[in-house]
């Protein structure tokens, strides 16, 4: 249900290590509208039942959410354990629904009429793995998300470019947002996000304009004392989402954790434009940002296109240097082309190294054209082009890239074929 759902994103399911052990995360598109779905582990897998760690997980997803669905399995039939867990979704006072999944070959009704006991109205039934029964579920989905959840209309920020800041807790994120309203004094105001959760800072800074997409919850800290704010994937994710450039702290002293490389991960499914900031650099000795710097371009290699930054959200060193990373990511996810300039690349590139031969057939390249921007993306038209191999199209992405000094964004590059 959860891969129909997100179809359109399947890549994202990817797991954040050291976070969502028992929580996927997707995005589902209707039209113009989205929201994320939260997969939990199954509860009756475990043995521990409600007490186990599964139930943690599924309790954090509850509280993340604005709508549960609670799926059934319609070949089980009604478990001894249902009504628990029933009993525990009823007690977040959050609209329920009740999915039946896999009644295909099942004769409907009577799969229904099994979990009728459990008395919630409206039983949608699913054959998930079929796709059947989607649609009604969405349509029940609908009308119980928030009005505000449609996708953040640029007139709802404070212009200039959309920067979210996203990491680990305790890597200094609101130490980070601080620092930037304080050395420049000019607040805006708070824009009110289009989501309840994501809070959007004015900045200008050096005479340029920025919305802040804060996670951190920093004007939240100051209203509530709250020390340390519940990390939420879905805020993080909805932030990178919302986001022109994301901002990834990193916590020099820790360097590159599992968590770290989850959110990378995300960063890259997005599409979004990407500097890192390795955050406390002043803690560190000269022997220790050595060897820091050696791990950090190792375990970044996959993502060797986005600048590193060393800072000291605290002390102020390294924030002019970071801005400036950021309007150059920003700068090259929006770069455009002319077709004539990218199908003189692309013959330079196919000139430089042609693709090696297919069944005595080479995949030929013949032109290419824009795409779009936030990624830039570079259309390019040839023949047999499903066979070439990934370390071609590394090799030409990697050849735009130098080109054209694309840094700090990634580069989609689409093939048509015209045969
Ligand atoms: P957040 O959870 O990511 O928002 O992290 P905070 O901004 O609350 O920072 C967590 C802790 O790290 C606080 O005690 C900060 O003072 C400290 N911290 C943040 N930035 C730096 C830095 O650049 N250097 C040092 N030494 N400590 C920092």
């Not at 399995?73 to 959050?94: E, H, Q």
């Not at 605290?314 to 990218?342: C, D, P, Q, W, Y």
Request: aromatic share 6%.
């Amino acid at each position: 249900m959860f891969n129909v759902l997100t179809r359109s994103r399947d890549a994202l399911v990817a797991d954040l290590p050291g976070v969502t052990r028992d929580r996927h995360y997707g995005i589902c598109r209707l039209g113009t509208r989205q929201f994320m779905v939260v997969d939990t582990g199954g509860l009756a897998d475990s043995d521990e039942g409600l007490a186990g760690l599964t139930a943690l997980q599924v309790q954090a997803a509850i509280d993340e959410a604005d709508v549960v669905v609670f799926v059934v399995d319609a070949r089980d039939g009604l478990l001894p354990g249902d009504p628990m867990v029933l009993d525990r979704l009823r007690r977040a006072s959050k609209p329920l629904l009740l999915a039946v999944n896999k009644v295909d070959g099942l004769d409907e009704h009577v799969a229904l009429a099994e979990f009728a006991r459990l008395g919630i109205a409206d039983p949608l039934p699913l054959a998930a793995s079929h796709g059947r029964g989607v649609q009604p579920l969405l349509d029940a989905v609908t009308p119980l998300l928030p009005a505000e959840i449609e996708e953040p209309a640029e007139a709802a920020d404070a212009g200039g470019v959309r920067v979210a800041i996203v990491g680990r807790p305790n890597v200094g994120k609101s130490t980070l947002v601080n620092r930037l309203l304080g050395e420049d004094r000019v607040i805006v105001s708070d824009v009110a996000g289009t989501t309840r959760d994501s809070i959007r800072i004015a900045l200008e800074r050096d005479g340029k304009r920025y919305t802040l997409i804060d996670t951190a919850g920093v004007r939240r800290r100051a209203r509530i004392e709250d020390a340390v704010e519940k990390f939420s994937v879905i805020k993080t994710l909805q932030s990178i989402e919302a986001a022109n450039v994301v901002v990834l702290l990193l916590d020099a002293k820790e360097g590159v954790t599992d968590q770290d490389a989850g959110l990378i991960g995300h960063v890259l499914e997005a599409q979004r434009a990407l500097v890192i900031a390795v955050n406390k650099w002043d803690g560190l000795s000269a022997y220790d940002r050595e060897q820091c710097r050696t791990s950090l371009s190792r375990k970044l290699d996959f993502v060797a296109w986005a600048p590193q930054v060393t800072i000291s959200a605290l002390h102020g060193s390294g924030i002019g240097e970071l801005m400036k990373a950021v309007n150059r990511s920003h700068a090259a996810a929006s770069r455009t082309f002319t077709s004539s300039e990218l199908t003189r690349a692309l013959e330079a590139a196919y000139e430089g190294y042609q693709p090696p031969l297919v069944r005595g057939h080479a995949p030929k390249l013949k032109y290419a054209h824009p795409g779009g921007t936030n990624p830039p993306t570079i259309v390019i038209h040839g023949s047999r082009t499903r066979h070439l191999a990934d370390a071609y199209r590394r090799y030409l992405e990697n050849f735009f890239r130098k080109r054209y000094r694309l840094v700090g964004t990634p580069i989609r590059i689409e093939f048509r074929d015209g045969e």
